[in-house]
């Protein structure tokens, strides 16, 4: 089954950049969207098919994906940008959808 | 407003059954693919099973196939997940999630129903 693959935690200051990686086989053919969650709280689409962004989400959230990696930018990070974020694939070989384990984003 | 309000959990013994329902509001409930998604406690998201808007075609996770039933009641803006032979690991938080049908983005969640599986 696919697997994608996420690093447990990323802590970044504030008004500094945020990079949250995402790893699958060949995960730059397929589409990925990112979710936040905050705590008790549902996810929230942030970013889908790679690199677009859903309304109200603000523009300092950004996608890419190639190769074996996707990534999800965080620029001039708020506070309130505190969260776990979980990738997310469709897998059409498997017929499954995939979550990446989640990375939790510290704004120290 | 286009919601989704999750209703049915609860504290179920090992090996017993529940239903969950998901409500929906806001939207043409018949266009659209839907699925179910659960978050164990502390843990992160794992899918369970998808339904497309006609019932015709559905899919099942490994550690749910054989003892979950996925459906819907396009009539009544309603899905549901019917749980049997139920299982410690199964307690979680279970939100269903509306598919926007971008390679299965999953754009609308609800708010999640809590069920707990213990003696």
């Known amino acids: 089954s696919y697997v994608l693959t996420q690093p447990p935690s990323v802590s970044v200051a504030p008004g500094e950049t945020a990079r949250i990686t995402c790893e699958g086989n060949?995960?730059?053919?397929?589409?990925v969207h990112w979710y936040q969650q905050k705590p008790g709280q549902a996810p929230v689409l942030v970013i889908y098919s790679n690199n677009d962004r859903p309304s109200g989400i603000p523009e300092r959230f950004s996608g890419s994906n190639s190769g074996n990696t996707a990534t999800l930018t965080i620029n001039r990070v708020e506070a309130g940008d505190e969260a776990d974020y979980y990738c997310h694939v469709w897998d059409s070989s498997s017929e499954h959808h995939v979550f990446g384990g989640g990375t939790k984003l510290t704004v120290l | 407003e286009v919601q989704l309000t999750e209703s049915g959990g609860g504290l179920v013994q090992p090996g017993g059954s529940l239903r969950l329902s998901c409500a929906a509001s806001?939207?043409?409930?018949?266009?659209?693919?839907l699925d179910w998604v659960r978050q164990a406690p502390g843990k992160g998201l794992e899918w369970v099973s998808y339904i497309n808007s006609r019932s015709d075609t559905i899919y099942y996770a490994d550690s749910v196939k054989g003892r979950f039933t996925i459906s819907r009641d396009n009539a009544k803006n309603s899905l549901y997940l019917q749980m049997h032979s139920l299982r410690d690991e199964d307690t979680a938080v279970y939100y269903c999630?509306?598919?926007?049908?971008?390679?299965?983005?999953?754009?609308?969640w609800g708010q999640g129903t809590t069920v707990t599986v213990s003696s």
């Open positions: 060949n995960i730059g053919t397929k589409s």
């Open positions: 806001g939207f043409t409930f018949s266009h659209y693919n």
């Open positions: 999630a509306r598919d926007g049908g971008m390679a299965g983005v999953m754009d609308v």
